[in-house]
């Protein structure tokens, strides 16, 4: 079947991916967009740099959740990116 994430396979590709998915003013889809973005990265390295567990952050990215901005904060850090407020 197919996964986004198999595609991103250079940290310029998940930028753009996240930056695209935060594009669409729609923060449920943003959420699953970083789940993708972690999975291809590897949730196994996220959790370890994020000190979260493993299946905790799978479950946080899956549709329909809402995780707590913390969550979402590290996952961000742990991937090499940091979030802006531009105009």
């Known amino acids: ?3 986004a994430a198999d ?3 250079t940290p310029e590709l ?3 991916f996240l930056q695209e998915a935060l594009d669409e003013n729609d923060p449920a889809f943003f959420i699953e967009a970083l789940g993708v973005a972690s999975r291809s990265i590897g949730i ?6 994020t000190g979260l567990g493993r299946e905790s952050l799978y479950k946080a990215f899956t549709a329909g959740k809402h995780p707590r901005f913390e969550t979402v904060y590290k996952v961000i850090q742990a991937m090499g990116l ?4 531009a105009y």
């Open 7 to 9: 595609y991103l396979t």
């Open 14 to 16: 998940v930028r753009a």
């Open 44 to 49: 196994q390295q996220i959790a370890q740099q």
């Open 82 to 85: 940091r979030m802006q407020i």
């Open 1 to 3: 079947p197919y996964d």
